[in-house]
């Protein structure tokens, strides 16, 4: 089983200074567990500790086991949620502006029409997430959104590309394989390296974005905008794509193989 880059994250993170292989680690994760489904706090306990913050602002929720709680509508503006656990947490409508949810765990969770501009998203597992209408304008990502829903998500100046700095943790980068992004706004947001296979990109706006290497083998790009965008290398194999967009992906690799319609 192909482990993702949030799990290996988390085993490295748990792993001793004296440094058991990450594989090792990996065998003690159980995603069942109620490690990984209960939570530890109530939704009252959550506001309490919002409303303990100073200002208001930046809680500590680090660590925390959240799973499943009804916090939509809250406001998280720099919140720390650093290895938080949100599995199938309802977050609808939050307000997590300039939040940290590196290595988090949401997969399952509800962000649709959140906000989460400017927020750091390293390493996050957000698989089969509901983020529809979702605001990540500006944001970091190198989150793992497999076959997650950001429908009309906006990802405007977002960074999504791959950490080159991460090499030893293998290739850390945004991974949308299978998700649906149609009408997704990438305006000038920076995408080399990501992995969009098979992604649902029917209408997107990627004016002025880095697809540079991108993977987008599969993928549906019919009616995505592709004006100024950086295609140099994109991998396009297999991918779906309107005729009138092919002098748009000139740099493209496979397009010979792309279905043009």
Not at 30 to 38: A, E, I, R
């Amino acid at each position: 089983m192909r482990l993702t880059q949030g799990l290996l994250a988390l085993a490295l993170a748990a792993a001793p200074v004296c440094g058991a292989p990450a594989q090792e680690a990996m065998r003690g994760l159980d995603l069942t567990s109620p490690d990984m489904t209960q939570a530890e706090m109530t939704r009252a306990q959550v506001e309490a500790a919002l409303h303990a913050a100073p200002g208001g602002r930046g809680a500590d929720f680090a660590g925390k086991r959240l799973s499943g709680l009804d916090l939509s509508g809250l406001d998280f503006t720099n919140a720390n949620f650093r290895a938080a656990r949100l599995n199938h947490a309802n977050l609808s409508h939050a307000r997590l502006d300039g939040a940290t949810l590196d290595q988090a765990w949401a997969l399952g969770a509800d962000f649709a029409g959140a906000s989460l501009v400017k927020a750091s998203l390293f390493a996050s597992q957000m698989a089969g997430a509901n983020l529809d209408g979702a605001d990540l304008a500006g944001a970091r990502v190198t989150a793992d959104f497999t076959g997650a829903h950001l429908v009309g998500a906006r990802f405007e100046d977002a960074d999504c590309s791959a950490d080159e700095k991460n090499q030893s943790m293998g290739l850390m980068r945004a991974i949308f394989k299978s998700a649906d992004l149609s009408h997704a706004d990438f305006a000038r947001a920076n995408l080399a390296r990501a992995d969009l296979q098979f992604a649902k990109l029917a209408n997107a706006n990627l004016q002025g974005a880095s697809l540079r290497e991108a993977d987008a083998s599969g993928a549906d790009l019919r009616g995505a905008d592709l004006q100024g965008a950086d295609t140099s290398g994109l991998d396009v194999d297999s991918a779906r794509i309107d005729t009138a967009s092919v002098p748009l992906l000139a740099k493209a690799i496979n397009l010979d193989r792309a279905h043009r319609e």
